[in-house]
C-alpha cells in the first residue's frame, strides 16, 4: 500500500502516541513498540500487515519515549551540569555582544530592541515596549524563529550558495552554512522555535547542495520528529506550537496560491501578505486560549515591518564586526524609532484587538479541523481548475 508524506504522518502519529502516554503513562508502552517493531520485520513481506503495524509502532514509541523520559538516569546531573555550563558559556558571549552594540553608540529603547531582535536578549525591553508590540499584534518580532534564522541565511545565501550550489567545490560550503545556523542557535540560547528552523534549514541546505528537491511539509515533518524524540515534553511548551502551527498554515495556506502570485504586479507586497496572514490564521486559536486576546489586523504591518527588521538586524551585524563605525549605530536608531513609532501608533487603536477570550480545549481543536478541511478543499480546486 501506498502512503504519501509518510513523515508527516509518522510525526503525526508520533504525536498521538506521545498525547497517549502523557495521559496514561505506563511502563508497558517500550516493550509493546519492541513487540511491534519486531512483528514489521516478520512480517515485511506480507502486503497489509506491515501498514498498519507501523501506524501502531510510531504511536506506542511516542508513548513509550515520554514514559522513559520521565525515568530519572545515572548522569542526568552530570547532563544537566553540562547543559547549564554550555548555556552559561554562550550566554556569556551574547552579554559580549550586547556590549558591543552599547559601545558602539547605542543606548535606551534602541539598544534593547537590536539586542532583542539580533540576540533574542529581551530582559532589556521596557514593559510599555512589549505591550506596545503586543497590542499591535507582532509580538512574534521579539521572539526568535524562523523569520530571524532565515534573513541571516539570506545572506550566507545571497554570497555564498547561491553562485556555488551547482559547483564542484559545492560541500566546502556545507561546514560555515552549518556554523552559522547551529553557532546562532546556540548564542540565543535555543529556544524552541529557532531550533525547529535550523533543523529545516539544515535539512534544505543539504537538499540544495544535493540538488535534491525537500517538500517544506517534510522538513517541517523532520523538524517536528527531531526535537520531540529529543525532548517530547517540548510538545507542550506554548512556542513550539505556536512555531509549527504557524508554519504548517503557512505551507498550507499560502503555497498553493504562492505560484499565482509571482505574475501579479508588486507580488512581493503579496506575498508578505499572504504569508503573515498564513500564520496569523495559525496563530490565532492558540493565541486567542492561551493569551485570550487576539489581534485582528498585526498582519497587515508585515509589509512595512519585516523590510525594516531586516534592516535592523543587518545593520546590527555590521555594528558588531564595526562597532567603529559611528553612522550604522546612528542609522540603526533611526530605522528603530521609526519601527517603533509605527508600532505604537497602529496599537493605539483598541478595537483592532478582541479581548476577554476563553474557548476551551474542544473548541480550539473543531477550529482548527474546521480551518484544515476549508484550507484542503480549496487546494483541491486551485488544482483541478490548473488541470483544466
Given at each position: 500500500m501506498m502512503v504519501r508524506l509518510p513523515l508527516v504522518w509518522a510525526s503525526i502519529l508520533f504525536i498521538v502516541g506521545i498525547l497517549v502516554g502523557h495521559f496514561c503513562p505506563s511502563i508497558v508502552w517500550l516493550p509493546l513498540a519492541v513487540l511491534t517493531l519486531s512483528?514489521?520485520?516478520?512480517?515485511?513481506?506480507?502486503?497489509?500487515?506491515?501498514?498498519?503495524?507501523?501506524?501502531?509502532?510510531?504511536?506506542?514509541?511516542?508513548?513509550?519515549?515520554?514514559?522513559?523520559?520521565?525515568?530519572?538516569?545515572?548522569?542526568?546531573?552530570?547532563?544537566a551540569a553540562w547543559l547549564?555550563?554550555?548555556?552559561?558559556?554562550?550566554?556569556?558571549?551574547?552579554?559580549?555582544?550586547?556590549?558591543?552594540?552599547?559601545?558602539?553608540?547605542?543606548?535606551?529603547?534602541?539598544?534593547?530592541l537590536s539586542a532583542a531582535l539580533l540576540l533574542g536578549q529581551r530582559q532589556l525591553l521596557e514593559r510599555n515596549t512589549r505591550q506596545a508590540y503586543s497590542q499591535a499584534g507582532v509580538s512574534h518580532l521579539l521572539a526568535l524563529s524562523g523569520m530571524h534564522l532565515g534573513i541571516l541565511y539570506g545572506l550566507l545565501y545571497l554570497l555564498l550558495l547561491r553562485w556555488s550550489r551547482y559547483g564542484p567545490w559545492r560541500?566546502?560550503?556545507?561546514?560555515?552554512?552549518?556554523?552559522?545556523?547551529?553557532?546562532?542557535?546556540?548564542?540565543?540560547?535555543?529556544?524552541?522555535?529557532?531550533?525547529?528552523?535550523?533543523?529545516?534549514l539544515s535539512v534544505f541546505t543539504v537538499g540544495t547542495l544535493a540538488e535534491r528537491h525537500q517538500p517544506p511539509i517534510h522538513l517541517l515533518a523532520l523538524s517536528a520528529l527531531a526535537i520531540l524524540m529529543c525532548s517530547p515534553h517540548a510538545l507542550f511548551d506554548i512556542g513550539f506550537q505556536l512555531s509549527f502551527v504557524s508554519v504548517f498554515f503557512i505551507i498550507l495556506v499560502f503555497m498553493p496560491w504562492r505560484e499565482s502570485l509571482l505574475s501579479m504586479p508588486?507580488?512581493?507586497?503579496?506575498?508578505?501578505?499572504?504569508?503573515?496572514?498564513?500564520?496569523?490564521?495559525?496563530?490565532?486559536?492558540?493565541?486567542?486560549y492561551y493569551f485570550h486576546t487576539l489581534p485582528l489586523t498585526g498582519f497587515l504591518l508585515s509589509p512595512v515591518l519585516i523590510p525594516l527588521t531586516t534592516a535592523i538586524i543587518y545593520l546590527g551585524l555590521f555594528t558588531l564586526f564595526l562597532p567603529a563605525v559611528t553612522p550604522l549605530a546612528w542609522l540603526m536608531t533611526r530605522i528603530i524609532a521609526?519601527?517603533?513609532?509605527?508600532?505604537?501608533?497602529?496599537?493605539?487603536?483598541?478595537?483592532?484587538?478582541?479581548?476577554?477570550?476563553?474557548?476551551?480545549?474542544?473548541t480550539v481543536v473543531l477550529i482548527y479541523a474546521l480551518l484544515v478541511i476549508a484550507s484542503l478543499r480549496v487546494k483541491a480546486t486551485l488544482a483541478l481548475s490548473s488541470g483544466y
Open positions: 512483528a514489521i520485520i516478520l512480517c515485511r513481506n506480507r502486503r497489509y500487515a506491515p501498514d498498519v503495524l507501523t501506524i501502531v509502532f510510531w504511536c506506542l514509541l511516542g508513548a513509550a519515549r515520554i514514559c522513559t523520559d520521565t525515568v530519572p538516569h545515572r548522569n542526568e546531573a552530570n547532563n547549564t555550563n554550555t548555556r552559561e558559556h554562550f550566554r556569556q558571549h551574547t552579554e559580549h555582544l550586547v556590549a558591543r552594540l552599547q559601545d558602539a553608540g547605542l543606548e535606551g529603547e534602541p539598544l534593547a560541500w566546502h560550503l556545507l561546514p560555515p552554512a552549518l556554523l552559522l545556523i547551529w553557532g546562532y542557535a546556540l548564542l540565543t540560547g535555543l529556544p524552541l522555535s529557532l531550533v525547529r528552523a535550523s533543523v529545516m508588486g507580488h512581493w507586497l503579496w506575498e508578505a501578505l499572504g504569508v503573515s496572514l498564513a500564520a496569523w490564521m495559525g496563530a490565532a486559536p492558540l493565541s486567542a521609526v519601527q517603533t513609532w509605527i508600532i505604537r501608533q497602529w496599537g493605539a487603536f483598541d478595537c483592532f484587538v478582541v479581548r476577554d477570550l476563553h474557548p476551551s480545549p474542544l
